[in-house]
């Protein structure tokens, strides 16, 4: 066959006979021609050369790639690897690559031939070399090859090359850094030494923009696995970020106007994997870079092409997602905030997508939140006006993070409006934002009862029973809202049409609370019964066995009615109905109304009793149904509504600085899985064990003791009903009543009779957790990171507490122990779950600390962490972020009530003043930030200095509440403050002043 250089003038022929094919049964012969021949030249005895073998296993891929099976030819293609000519080892590589499983029998002989081409001194042949490593490397093949891979990344480059020559090596170095992340990512145990990291932290300074951009790509994934080693990278990536940023590095690496774009995303993205620099002068020179960066958002476009407006963003954007990870430089985040206000109008739906998406992060910051929400009204019209279902739904996550006491019944009114056109898909995600915002926020309760019934109303069938489990909670709780919840859900009842969820709930709240409307004649005993019953036959079994036991219920609120409901319970359709369980119930409240006295029947059908004030499990229901979950942000100081109301606070929470590959100590992400959460990364709401006053099965269960009708404190002589199984996928039914997990053993704590050393010097920012957080990291170094996330509701504090493993090896021998002095052992109690005793390298493993304010107590609570690292004990104390503030609910008052009760708190023991030195700028909206943060809900207008700041609150305690009032004087030409706080509880004033002048 005639031959023009590589041209392969046969495969020519070959693909243009295949093209003029008619049909594919005329296809498969010329297919089938084809591999006879060659199979028939593979097995001839004429020796092929490599041109021959080149063409023929072309034509296999080429017959392969049809879509046709082909079991032979590898081992010419293993030949070609041996080749010394490129095009005839370029196919071989390809063949290899497309189709040879690492099962095959020859596979050691292309790992042979890989080895021999990477000891090659032609660059040619190591970069096919590498290309084929990383398109099918295997755990076998990362073994083999994986130290050979590294030498050739860290070599240097001789400078005798001249330009051509060089590039073709810093080919190869790109090769390399790409092939050794996928050797990382097939067995990442084998790159971890240390003194690699330190080789290729130094490619971060190579002269070619794809060595860097290449190993920007590989150190983002080692950092994940051993952080510590590699913590040296910042400092290079801020400097050669700076340099780009100034046009003064990579000139030549223009793209549409903007300096090498890809490599400046990823320095800014490997950033985030590590917390704000130490350095200082390190830090001002990236905070300079960010600012180059935001200022040059708003210059002109240097182009009208896409590319350009799309090279810039890209770079803006991850820029603003450092500046949100730091999350500690005020200007900047806002500046950040007016930016992306900016593209909330962009005409771009991509632009809008990640605007909106970035301001849902920065809404969760104490520094850009008022900045977010001057956008309010922009959003509602995004979420009124946009056509894409997709910016919508970012839309209203960004009003869900955004509300706060002020804008809670606007907000929750435009999500109400748009709730009742939402696509289909976001309905119950809706719906549950919209009840824990209600719940959240709620001043007026009856406010609460009439959105809970609206979501009802609107969207019945994307109600989750955790809604309305939650409302019956919170009216059972209210003496004041339950005869306006009974009218209120009596009404709805009336409706012409009513959703089977507002049944459950009506004949709940009537079963329990009837009586209160039962003197209007429209809403009388009959009335109420007839109302229900008429419904009966439209339900659900599981909504019937609700309704039977409101019908017991109202015989005893009603005896007038009594002979009318045994006559529907004793009726045929109830004693012989195909469901057991309708059967039971109706035979055994039948024989209990006949039998039982008027006084059993009293205390056997007596009023609910309030359910322990627990955290909501709404949010952990919105977490698993969510496929976007909005970071939750810690309710502003000043409008702790959440712990009055009994809803879980989560608070802004710190962005981890251990990029494990699979967990995050104490972020719960933008982002969250659609799945219950593991055990790794367990929400605190998913870690509830049940109170005192709990019952162990969900109100749809069938047993008597959880009837949503019966008291759940009394045992019935009824027979045992069949067991309804909860469905394993809904851990939160069991939650809301009961049945949660049992509680694992406690860890023991100790009373400390003397002190315990603590290193105070080792926690440097725990003064932050006083006013600013309730999450963040307590403890770091290069072995173990600990991060906390804490709620407060009511007199309940729970802290989960995670540990994650820096290093590469496993910690052993892992204990826990809490302390807390004798003088605060009244004061507190603490019960903290076992950790296991193991953590792998590179996991972490969360514990939880329960506490209950029993009266104020004086020091936070301590806790000794003590385990083997590498054969070496390690052993610390850390104060955990337990303050009295952390019980304290700011209240409001007049200026009038405000003075009066100053002056009632008189006495000196009532009463405690300092004077000190200020610590940190003198601005009045950050100490006012402060204050509120504090737990004090500062009063506006009540002091006659306008300076001057003053506040109320409550000490929440178990069996007692503790006022507290607040003066703070500041002069700011002395740089001095005064404070005074007085409180009806003698010692409080003392422990609020000295714990709120550390933060001043």
Request: with cysteine.
């Given at each position: ?9 046969g495969?020519a022929?070959?693909?243009?006979d295949i ?5 594919r ?17 593979f ?6 050369d ?6 023929y ?5 080429f ?10 030819g590898?081992?010419e293609?293993?030949d ?7 095009t005839?080892?370029?196919i071989?590589?390809?063949f290899?690559?497309?189709?040879m ?12 031939a ?10 040619v042949?190591i970069?096919?070399a ?6 099918i ?5 990362a073994?083999e ?7 050739i990344l ?5 400078e005798?090359y001249?330009p ?10 790109k090769?390399?850094a790409l ?9 990442s ?12 932290i130094a490619?971060l300074s ?9 190993a920007c ?6 950092v ?19 340099r ?7 000139k ?12 400046s ?11 704000q ?5 390190v830090?001002?020179?990236?905070k300079e870079?960010?600012?180059t ?17 799309n ?7 991850e820029?603003?997602?450092?500046i ?12 950040s905030?007016?930016?992306?206000g900016?593209?909330l ?7 809008r997508?990640?605007?909106l998406?970035?301001l ?11 900045a977010?929400m001057?956008?309010?009204e ?10 894409d279902?997709?910016v919508r ?5 960004l009003?869900?993070?955004m509300?706060?006491r ?13 709730l009742?056109?939402?696509d289909?898909?976001?309905r119950?995600?809706?719906?549950l934002?919209?009840?824990?915002l ?18 009802i109303r609107?969207?019945g069938d ?25 009218k ?5 009842l ?5 959703h089977?969820n507002?049944v459950?709930v ?11 409307i039962?003197g209007d004649?429209?809403s ?16 659900s079994?599981?909504t ?10 109202l ?5 007038e ?16 109905n ?5 059967q039971q119930?109706?035979?055994e409240?039948?024989k ?17 009793p ?8 709404l ?8 496929n976007?979950?909005?970071?939750e ?26 990029p ?11 982002e969250?899985?659609s799945g ?7 929400s ?6 049940p ?8 109100l749809?269960s ?6 949503p009708v ?15 199984t ?13 049945g949660?997990p049992?509680?694992q053993?406690?860890?023991?704590v100790?009373v ?10 080792s926690q ?14 307590l403890?770091?170094?290069d ?14 504090g729970?802290l989960?507490?995670?540990y ?11 204990t826990?122990?809490l302390?807390?002095s004798?003088a605060d052992?009244?004061?507190l ?5 076992r950790?296991?005793?193991?953590i ?12 209950t304010?029993?009266s104020a107590?004086?020091?936070c ?6 385990f083997?690292?590498a ?7 850390l ?10 609910r ?15 708190l008189s006495?000196?023991a009532?009463?405690?003043?300092k004077?000190?030195?200020?610590s940190?700028?003198?601005d009045?909206?950050l100490v006012k930030?402060k204050?509120?943060?504090f737990g ?5 207008g009540?002091?006659?200095?306008p300076?001057?700041l ?7 305690c178990?069996g007692?509440?503790?006022g507290?009032?607040?003066?703070l004087?500041p002069?700011k ?7 005074t ?16 002048a550390?933060d001043?």
């Amino acid at each position: 066959m005639p031959r023009t250089g590589d041209s392969m003038r046969g495969l020519a022929v070959f693909i243009a006979d295949i093209r003029n094919c008619k049909s594919r049964e005329q296809e498969k012969k010329r297919i089938n021609k084809e591999l006879a021949n060659i199979r028939s030249k593979f097995k001839g005895d004429k020796q092929l050369d490599g041109y021959q073998k080149k063409k023929y296993v072309c034509k296999l891929l080429f017959i392969f790639l049809l879509g046709n099976d082909v079991d032979f030819g590898h081992m010419e293609a293993v030949d070609l690897l041996a080749s010394n000519k490129y095009t005839e080892k370029q196919i071989g590589y390809l063949f290899i690559s497309v189709m040879m499983h690492h099962s095959n029998d020859l596979y050691k002989l292309v790992i042979q031939a890989i080895k021999n081409d990477l000891s090659s001194k032609d660059p040619v042949h190591i970069c096919l070399a590498l290309t084929c490593i990383a398109n099918i490397g295997t755990p076998e093949m990362a073994e083999e090859i994986g130290d050979e891979v590294p030498k050739i990344l860290t070599s240097p480059i001789p400078e005798l090359y001249p330009p051509p020559a060089s590039d073709t090596l810093h080919g190869v170095k790109k090769c390399a850094a790409l092939c050794l992340l996928r050797l990382f990512e097939l067995k990442s145990d084998k790159f971890t030494h240390t003194e690699l990291s330190s080789r290729l932290i130094a490619l971060l300074s190579d002269q070619h923009l794809g060595v860097v951009t290449s190993a920007c790509s590989l150190i983002q994934a080692l950092v994940t696995f051993t952080p510590g080693d590699y913590k040296g990278c910042v400092s290079l990536a801020v400097s050669r970020l700076s340099r780009i940023v100034s046009s003064t590095d990579l000139k030549d690496y223009m793209y549409y106007f903007i300096a090498a774009p890809w490599l400046s995303v990823k320095l800014l993205r490997l950033l985030q994997s590590y917390s704000q620099p130490e350095d200082g002068a390190v830090y001002e020179r990236l905070k300079e870079s960010l600012e180059t960066i935001l200022n040059r958002a708003t210059d002109p476009p240097k182009s009208k092409k896409i590319q350009h407006t799309n090279a810039k963003n890209a770079v803006l954007f991850e820029a603003i997602s450092l500046i949100i990870h730091y999350d500690s430089d005020a200007a900047l985040m806002v500046r950040s905030c007016n930016l992306l206000g900016g593209f909330l109008n962009s005409k771009e739906t991509n632009l809008r997508y990640l605007a909106l998406e970035s301001l849902t992060k920065l809404a969760v910051s104490d520094f850009s939140r008022k900045a977010v929400m001057k956008h309010q009204e922009t959003v509602v019209q995004a979420l009124k006006n946009e056509r894409d279902l997709s910016v919508r739904q970012r839309a209203v996550d960004l009003l869900y993070a955004m509300c706060d006491r002020e804008q809670a019944e606007e907000i929750v009114g435009e999500l109400l409006a748009y709730l009742e056109k939402a696509d289909y898909s976001i309905r119950e995600e809706l719906v549950l934002k919209i009840a824990i915002l209600a719940e959240k926020f709620a001043q007026d309760y009856k406010w609460y009862v009439d959105v809970v019934l609206n979501l009802i109303r609107i969207a019945g069938d994307y109600i989750a029973d955790e809604v309305w489990y939650r409302v019956t909670q919170i009216v059972i709780n209210r003496d004041d809202i339950q005869a306006y919840a009974a009218k209120t859900v009596f009404e709805a009842l009336q409706a012409p049409t009513c959703h089977e969820n507002m049944v459950k709930v009506g004949a709940y709240i009537l079963g329990e609370f009837g009586n209160l409307i039962a003197g209007d004649e429209r809403s009388g005993p009959i009335v109420q019964f007839k109302l229900l019953h008429s419904m009966f036959h439209l339900c659900s079994n599981q909504t019937k066995y609700i309704l039977l036991s409101t019908y017991i219920k109202l015989i005893n609120l009603f005896p007038e009615i009594k002979g009318d409901i045994e006559e529907v319970l004793g009726n045929d359709n109830q004693l012989r109905n195909s469901d057991a369980e309708i059967q039971q119930r109706a035979m055994e409240y039948t024989k209990l109304s006949q039998i039982a006295s008027s006084d059993l029947l009293a205390t056997v059908l007596e009023e609910m009793p309030q359910f322990t004030e627990r955290e909501s499990s709404l949010l952990a229901k919105l977490k698993r149904k969510s496929n976007t979950m909005v970071k939750e942000r810690e309710v502003p100081e000043g409008d702790n509504t959440s712990t009055q109301n009994g809803i879980t606070l989560s608070a802004a929470e710190e962005p981890c600085t251990i990029p494990t590959p699979d967990v995050n100590l104490v972020e719960l992400s933008v982002e969250l899985s659609s799945g219950a959460a593991d055990n790794g990364g367990a929400s605190l709401l998913d870690l509830d064990s049940p109170g005192p006053n709990v019952v162990e099965h969900s109100l749809e269960s069938g047993t008597p003791e959880d009837s949503p009708v019966l008291n759940n404190h009394t045992t019935l002589p009824l027979a045992q009903p069949a067991p309804v199984t909860a469905p394993a996928a809904e851990p939160s039914l069991l939650d809301m009543f009961g049945g949660a997990p049992p509680a694992q053993d406690p860890t023991k704590v100790q009373v400390v009779t003397g002190l315990i050393e603590c290193n105070e010097a080792s926690q440097p920012n725990f003064n932050a957790f006083i006013c600013s957080r309730n999450n963040g990291i307590l403890f770091e170094n290069d072995i173990i990171q600990i991060g906390v996330k804490s709620e407060f509701t009511g007199v309940l504090g729970k802290l989960q507490v995670f540990y994650g493993n820096k290093s590469p090896l496993p910690l052993q021998g892992f204990t826990t122990t809490l302390y807390i002095s004798a003088a605060d052992e009244p004061c507190l109690r603490l019960e903290g779950q076992r950790v296991a005793q193991l953590i792998a390298a590179g996991a972490q493993i969360p514990q939880t600390i329960k506490a209950t304010a029993v009266s104020a107590f004086a020091e936070c609570p301590l806790i000794q962490i003590s385990f083997s690292a590498a054969g070496s004990a390690q052993n610390m104390v850390l104060r955990l972020p337990l303050l009295v503030n952390k019980f304290f609910r700011g209240t409001s008052m007049a200026a009038a009530d405000f003075f009066v009760r100053w002056k009632n708190l008189s006495l000196p023991a009532q009463e405690c003043q300092k004077v000190f030195k200020a610590s940190k700028p003198m601005d009045n909206d950050l100490v006012k930030g402060k204050v509120n943060g504090f737990g004090f809900q500062v009063l506006d207008g009540v002091d006659p200095k306008p300076d001057n700041l003053v506040g109320a609150g409550i000490v929440m305690c178990e069996g007692s509440q503790i006022g507290c009032l607040l003066r703070l004087e500041p002069s700011k030409a002395a740089l001095m403050y005064r404070m005074t706080v007085r409180s009806s509880r003698e010692g409080v004033p003392e422990l609020l002043v000295n714990l709120l002048a550390q933060d001043l």
